[in-house]
């Protein structure tokens, strides 16, 4: 590897809420019992060092001493539009299609409410990420789940029977699409992308795609933009992205929208704009523009190998270790969905027993419930390898 993805960061103290929530009164994760130091592997950040081209790319900007208004330059659109035609194999982006958010939730909020109206229904797909159940809530709409299956190899599928007819008993016109999926780690392959397009198609929805996760794949494996399968879906469609999942800049804040049909795009940006918050920080931009040239997209491929193998460790122990625990190897993200409900119903214990025994010994793993998993606890595997494995080993001796 050229790039350090092995060294343990001492994160504590330097702005990161996965190590300084733990033991504040209101978190909900208690300190550990003494002798364990804390593991987090809740919130969905990384603790690796980000890719060197993203702390010289600020730190050059730093040298000059004004940081005053400004509009996103030239470099910013081209980075973007070169990231999408060869990450991606987008050829035909253009600078006007692509427009700032300063997150990825503002940028559902912003296409939610300029389609819909509270109390209107919203299809998503169960297990739902927590972001999507908050964005929605907040704003009033009516959520509707379409819950997603395992199949007889234990990959999760959409049900395209029921989405229809949720599509169709409940009159839904817009719909959140999350690709790759969090928190089930699905990278959904063209004909189910196909798919669950032309039903959006058939019943008039307006799909907001969030691909937040389409850079943290594995090897082998290929992301879909939503927008590509169809010129239906490229017209209908609000894709949201961000450097920040990809490259651990969420505490910088920014993401992007493209939106090739007019109206639509019309629409969004004019729902952004008029809370006049909706403005791009400097140093992201410079981040931005860093992480997506050549050093950047060196770094992306090593940290999807790590991810890979870190994946495939912690899924190898858990099918040999943890009896009870059914888990879907993810093809996307860096976090695992594990299903405890075999477990739990054997030991006759429940899932905030078995949490609370993980976080006792350092663990912070995440109820997955606020994820709609009856019995699931989300795992974020974006550490050293080393950590992963002494938190699997604290598990197995003070939890399981």
């Known amino acids: 590897m050229t790039y350090d993805f ?28 003494a002798g364990f130091d804390p593991i987090p592997m809740w919130v969905a950040d990384m603790s690796f060092p980000v890719a060197p081209s993203i702390t010289r790319a600020i730190t050059e900007r730093l040298q000059h001493p004004t940081f005053g208004y400004f509009s996103p330059s030239d470099a910013y659109y081209q980075a973007i539009i070169d990231w999408h035609r060869d990450r991606k194999g987008v050829a035909d982006l253009l600078p006007e299609y692509i427009g700032y958010e300063n997150g ?36 009033g709409f ?25 599509l169709a008993e409940e ?9 790759p999926h969090n928190p089930c780690g699905r990278v959904w392959e063209r004909w189910e992308v196909e798919r669950a397009m032309a039903l959006f198609e058939k019943y008039d929805c307006v799909v907001v795609s969030d691909e937040i996760w389409s850079d943290i794949v594995r090897p082998g494996v290929a992301h879909v933009p939503t927008q590509s ?54 140093l992201s931009q410079h981040a931005l523009i860093g992480a997506y040239g050549p050093e950047g997209r060196a770094w992306a491929d090593e940290l999807n190998q790590v991810i890979a193998g870190n994946v495939d460790w ?3 122990f858990i099918e ?8 879907s190897r993810p093809q996307g993200t860096y976090m695992l969905f594990l299903d405890c409900s075999a477990w739990c119903e054997k030991s006759g214990r ?26 699931h606890i989300r795992m974020n595997l974006a550490l050293p390898l080393s950590r992963v494995q002494e938190a699997f080993s604290r598990l197995a001796e003070h939890a399981f």
Not at 171 to 179: E, G, K, N, Y
Not at 242 to 256: C, D, E, H, Q, V
Not at 264 to 277: F, M, Q
Request: charged share 20%; glycine share 8%.
């Open 350 to 375: 429940s899932l905030d027993d078995l949490l609370r025994a993980g976080w006792r010994a350092g663990v912070y793993w995440q109820d997955g419930r606020a994820f709609n998993g009856p019995c």
């Open 229 to 282: 399968v169809s010129e239906d879906a490229r017209r209908r469609t609000v894709a949201l992205y961000a450097p920040s999942k990809t490259f651990n800049l969420a505490g910088l804040i920014g993401s992007y929208h493209v939106i090739y049909d007019d109206y639509l795009r019309d629409r969004v940006t004019s729902k952004g704009s008029k809370t006049h918050y909706n403005s791009m920080n400097v």
């Open 314 to 316: 912690a899924c190898d």
């Open 104 to 139: 990825v939730l503002g940028g559902v909020v912003s296409a939610l409410t300029a389609f819909a109206a509270p109390g209107d229904p919203v299809l998503v797909h169960s297990p739902t990420y927590i972001g999507f159940t908050h964005s929605l809530e907040d704003n």
């Open 6 to 33: 092995t060294s343990i960061l001492d994160r504590a103290g330097h702005d990161a809420l996965a190590l300084d929530a733990i033991g504040a009164p209101s978190s909900g994760y208690p300190a550990p019992e």
């Open 171 to 179: 009159h839904v016109h817009v719909a959140i699409f999350c690709s």
């Open 142 to 166: 009516r959520i509707v789940h379409s819950p997603l299956v395992r199949d007889e190899a234990g990959v999760w599928r959409m049900d395209f029977e029921d989405m229809e007819r949720r």
């Open 320 to 327: 040999q270790r943890l009896p009870g625990v059914s888990v």
